[in-house]
């Protein structure tokens, strides 16, 4: 005899927007089971807003409300029976956010919650990595977002420190991310795992996701420094109207893809990881996972 809850996830970030649905199976004497039931993406760039002119523009305001609309009516349709809506970086550093929360939940009765850094990142830690982290091994969990970059390290199984920095994909188009916030990052990295050997990679967000397609490798084998590297290489010496007709990138990917490498690329050569592992988990599902276990 088995249960099945169906949940929903709205991650609001900073390049785009995601309704995450969840078939949750409860069994007796058994694990339960978080099944991705749809997962629908919008390519609302609230960041491009928020970073450059410190507000939400009222065009941006009016996707975002019809899209809460659509995402109401296929909650509906699959009958979700809780759901929990997130607002990261961009909404958060947006002088009109809560103006925004406010005009989205009266035309679309939906309410957005606007988490800092921290609580991003312990959300995230509670998505399916215990899938990943092996007691024996140490482990840098990168999630690297429109606005800001989470970074985790776990060792003999637990974690050991998190802390979320102003560095993401959209910050680093516009140009304004500055040398102080590497050196940070680099300093960080380089403190808490000094002395760890062996240290391995976990990287979520939808541009290592893509990236890992690309290699058509399966879910449980890592990509490589050199591999990861000479993809790099590869995207940078095309032009973003390549990576669209080419690759088939989404045009809200084909610019992002490559800053958000970049941050990767880093991560690993500050730590010493020679291999990152991508699990295909993110904001979405660590939201489901913390609203079925009652951590926030």
Known sequence: MIQIKKYA????GSNAMRLLITNIV???DKATQFNKSALIRVPIRLGQDAFTVGEISEENIDRMVDAMKAFKLLMKVYKVERYMACATS?????YNGKDVVDIVLQKSDIKID??????????????????????NENYLYVDVGGGSTEFSLFSNGKLVVSK??????????NNMVNEVVWQEIEKWIKTHTEGIENIILIGSGGNINKTFKLSGKSQDKPLSYKYLKNQFDYLNGLTYEQRIAELGLNQDRADVIIPALTIYLCAMRWSGAKHI??????LSDGIVKAMYYNTI
Request: hydrophobic share 45%; net charge positive; glycine share 6%.
């Open 114 to 135: 606007i988490i800092d850094g921290k609580k991003e990142a312990a959300i995230i830690t509670a998505s399916d990595l215990h899938q990943f982290i092996k007691t």
């Open 164 to 173: 979320s920095f102003k560095n993401g994909t959209v910050r680093l188009l």
């Open 9 to 12: 996830a709205i991650d609001i």
């Open 90 to 94: 961009a909404m958060r550093e947006a």
């Open 277 to 282: 592992y991508v699990p295909k988990i993110g």
């Open 26 to 28: 409860e069994q007796k």
